[in-house]
């Protein structure tokens, strides 16, 4: 069974501050790693994609990744209250493409 | 028309009826995808369908019936639901190689089971 699991939650910060996600990943053969935000009410968006080990910087985002530790992290800086939403951790193996197993969300709250 | 489009938004039924929720991508995409999401409960994954294959979850019941006639329309036919069939139903698309898992979601279909 395939598992991701993110740190539950809530997750609240003051804007401006740092957010830090967590998900770990049961499957080894995992290759490609995600970030998804969902806003209440609304679908999931990709906001990250990381596919090999160390950090990927999108302007304020940075994902990391640790395969030998089966660990990927989402890094938001300055923190802003439009940041608030519920961040979706999803694996993918090799040949998987859009085939995702995601965990189960982490509610995030950036309070000004 | 932009992206993946959903119909309907809204869907109340009851558990004798038979409904279908509709998809439509324009993205130029080859792969689709419905994904289940439930309260409380991880994304979890129904069908794909791509050109080369197609994939149940064989955990997903028969009484939901998927239905992909090319590959930019896709259908989840439903019949004789359950109240826990409850849920958003998020349709999907992207590519099967490059970025290939790089999901792009409809604005999903809300159903309540009476």
């Known amino acids: 069974q395939k598992e991701v699991e993110q740190n539950s939650g809530p997750l609240s910060v003051p804007e401006g501050a740092i957010a830090s996600l967590n998900c770990t990943y049961s499957d080894r053969g995992s290759q490609s790693f995600f970030w998804y935000r969902q806003y209440s009410g609304k679908s999931p968006e990709l906001i990250m994609s990381i596919y090999s080990n160390g950090d990927k910087e999108d302007g304020r985002f940075t994902a990391q990744l640790n395969k030998a530790s089966q660990y990927v992290s989402l890094l938001i800086r300055d923190s802003q209250p439009s940041d608030s939403a519920t961040y979706l951790c999803?694996?993918?193996?090799?040949?998987?493409?859009?085939?995702?197993?995601f965990g189960q969300g982490t509610i995030l709250t950036v309070h000004p | 028309e932009t992206g993946v489009t959903q119909t309907p938004r809204h869907l109340v039924m009851g558990m004798t009826n038979k409904k279908s929720l509709k998809c439509e991508q324009h993205?130029?995409?080859?792969?689709m995808y419905w994904y289940k999401q439930s309260a409380k409960k991880p994304l979890e994954l129904m069908f794909v369908?791509?050109?080369?294959?197609?994939?149940e979850n064989n955990s997903v019941p028969s009484r939901f019936s998927p239905e992909c006639p090319n590959s930019s329309h896709l259908f989840l036919h439903l019949h004789t639901l359950q109240p826990e069939d409850s849920a958003l139903y998020l349709c999907?698309?992207?590519?099967?190689?490059?970025?290939?898992?790089?999901?792009?979601f409809g604005e999903g279909s809300r159903l309540t089971v009476l």
């Open positions: 993205l130029g995409h080859n792969a």
């Open positions: 999803a694996a993918a193996g090799g040949t998987s493409y859009g085939k995702l197993t």
């Open positions: 369908y791509s050109l080369e294959e197609r994939v």
């Open positions: 999907a698309s992207s590519q099967t190689s490059g970025r290939a898992g790089e999901l792009f």
